[in-house]
């Protein structure tokens, strides 16, 4: 699955655009490495997304193409915010 529908789909971002805006700028990386809209997000992926005013890091737990609401926190775990 796409980062840009990862990020969407998971609730982290609200829009898909947002996140294909924050990719193409460079405030998303995975194990260190800035990644473009299209990067496919496998299990296991530790990924940061710099905000304004800090940052988040989470490990992808699992992929699917929808999710329900109540559901979408169980696509990864927290590890670190800031």
């Given at each position: 699955m796409r980062i840009d529908k990862?990020?969407?789909v998971s609730r982290i971002l609200k829009?898909?655009?947002l996140a294909c805006?924050?990719?193409k700028s460079g405030k998303i990386t995975?194990?260190?490495?800035?990644?473009?809209p299209a990067y496919?997000?496998?299990i296991g992926d530790i990924v940061e997304i710099k905000f304004g005013n800090g940052t988040i890091?989470?490990?992808?737990?699992s992929t699917p193409e929808t999710v329900k609401k109540d559901q979408a926190n169980e696509l990864y775990t927290i590890i670190s915010e800031e």
């Open positions: 990862f990020l969407k829009r898909r655009t805006e924050a990719a995975v194990s260190g490495r800035e990644v473009k496919q997000v496998k890091k989470f490990k992808v737990n």
